[in-house]
């Protein structure tokens, strides 16, 4: 037996035996039939089974995932190539773009700044300032990740006048995720897989304004799905197809329900002038700034 015959675990499908937990942990045998990290579970979930479908996780940090199909694309644009899922064998690929800060810039604003007394204050607040408000909030506080990859970047709020105030600050600061999910989007289009529509799940999905406002700096139509704890939902699949309770993709898909889409309807050139103002807020925190 060669030494990596001993050393390294059986490579197995994502719906497969991986074996059981020990009656003493939870008063009975509970078989292990489905294995998938956080985010492809998510994907799994959100039933993206086909080559250009997307999902992107709104929780602490942001995840964007698009399934590439039977290719394992590598990026040129410092995405990450990754397995979605494998089933009888064939894997499926997907391209990853990764956020550190997505919804913790909201919880900043809570629990950091204490300029709201809730998260969902700030949908309420957003709704009230006008998207001329000339504020970026750049959310750096442990760098950038995709597509920058900067860890020593660091957080900056610019285009503060006398007529800033708490809604301002605090609509930039959602207006930052959606900015980094377009950040993704042109990476990936660069790469040669745009999304065409984007399924979205995490907490933050719960916000009307944050995902409208999302819709519009994409371009591109967003669904947010009746059930938004997608990653919990995919490794059930995974598991529900190995026992049967499923019995084929197909069968999953027709299960996906749209709960509210939301559709691009700002002009191509606000889109444009607000995602330059973005980059260019990008580029003054970059540590290396050639």
Excluded at 218 to 239: F, K, N, S
Excluded at 248 to 259: C, G, R
Aim: one cysteine or more.
């Amino acid at each position: 037996m060669c030494i990596r015959d001993s050393l390294l675990p059986e490579v197995k499908d994502s719906s497969d035996d991986f074996g059981s937990t020990e009656e003493r942990l939870f008063g009975t045998v509970i078989p292990i039939n489905g294995m998938a990290g956080d985010q492809q579970a998510a994907l799994f979930g959100q039933t993206c089974f086909e080559k250009g479908m997307a999902k992107s996780t709104y929780g602490t940090g942001c995840f964007m995932m698009v399934n590439t199909g039977d290719v394992a694309l590598k990026s040129s644009h410092r995405l990450l190539t990754t397995i979605a899922y494998r089933l009888n064998g064939k894997p499926t690929y997907a391209l990853e773009g990764s956020i550190f800060i997505a919804g913790a810039t909201i919880q900043w604003l809570r629990d950091g700044l204490k300029i709201i007394a809730n998260a969902s204050d700030a949908e309420s607040l957003a709704e009230k300032t006008s998207l001329e408000h000339g504020v970026y909030m750049v959310p750096a506080f442990t760098g950038l990740g995709a597509p920058y990859w900067d860890p020593n970047a660091r957080g900056a709020i610019f285009g503060l006048t006398r007529d800033t105030g708490i809604k301002e600050i605090v609509t930039a600061g959602l207006q930052s995720v959606c900015y980094q999910s377009k950040d993704l989007q042109k990476a990936m289009e660069k790469d040669g897989t745009r999304p065409s529509k984007l399924r979205v799940d995490g907490g933050m999905v719960a916000n009307n304004w944050v995902m409208q406002f999302l819709a519009d700096i994409l371009g591109a139509p967003v669904d947010r799905p009746i059930i938004t704890e997608t990653t919990a939902l995919g490794a059930a699949y995974l598991a529900g197809l190995k026992v049967g309770i499923f019995d084929s993709l197909e069968a999953l898909s027709a299960k996906w329900e749209v709960e509210q889409r939301f559709t691009p309807v700002m002009s191509k050139e606000r889109r444009d002038t607000l995602y330059a103002g973005w980059k260019n807020s990008v580029k003054r925190v970059q540590s290396d700034k050639e």
